[in-house]
């Protein structure tokens, strides 16, 4: 078994406000994120885990950064990339988030009938375009229609080395479930189907693959 790399890893979701009381965000629990940072320290990997706000309790011995808004796991993760062999974004990072924050919530009967947004820094295209060449990066795509090649697509333009699909359209798995499926492709052309099982298992099976 390889041991003693060092690995980066994002978990959970971001949240991006429009006031003090309200943001947008997404239903990413968090869970298969830290099921890798468990499955990396169970490898004796030196790991260190990005998380987003979550429920689930930190990992004895990962070493954890907390963050909340993308901006924010965008900082963390460019501070640490360079140190990582392996770098796995895991993280539902927001694509967009409010142009204008408003300092004091908004009574309801003045909101705004629209919020104009902006995007928010593409976090895994800037590890790609980064990327050295000991560094494996892998991505995560959660899809619903054209699963397939909307991720190998992902793939290529962000200069991965795997990409995991997440078909989020299938009931029962996914976001906030213990359980899920995934589909690997390789940039080398290789596709494995890992078949539902838990996310901790699924974790030792990606590693299992990414480290071949």
């Not at 560094?135 to 699963?147: D, H, R, S, V, Y």
Request: charged share 30%; net charge positive.
């Amino acid at each position: 078994m390889v041991e003693n790399l060092n690995c980066l890893i994002s978990a959970g979701p971001t949240r991006e406000w429009i006031d003090p009381v309200r943001f947008i965000s997404n239903p990413s629990s968090g869970k298969m994120g830290y099921a890798l940072a468990k499955e990396a320290y169970i490898r004796n990997f030196n790991v260190k885990l990005i998380s987003g706000p979550v429920t689930i309790p930190p990992i004895k011995g990962v070493d954890t950064t907390f963050v909340e808004t993308s901006k924010e796991m965008y900082r963390a993760m460019l501070a640490e990339f360079y140190k990582a062999d392996i770098v796995i974004m895991c993280a539902a990072v927001c694509d967009h988030r409010p142009k204008k924050i408003w300092r004091e919530k908004i009574k309801k009967n003045v909101f705004p009938k629209s919020v104009e947004f902006e995007k928010t820094d593409d976090i895994l295209y800037e590890l790609g375009k980064n990327k050295q060449k000991n560094q494996k990066l892998i991505g995560f795509a959660a899809e619903t229609e054209n699963c397939e090649n909307n991720a190998i697509d992902k793939l290529a333009r962000k200069n991965l080395d795997w990409i995991a699909l997440n078909d989020i359209s299938k009931q029962g798995i996914g976001f906030q479930s213990d359980f899920n499926q995934l589909t690997l492709f390789s940039k080398n052309k290789r596709k494995v189907i890992l078949e539902l099982s838990s996310k901790q298992k699924l974790a030792k099976f990606l590693f299992d693959q990414i480290i071949k």
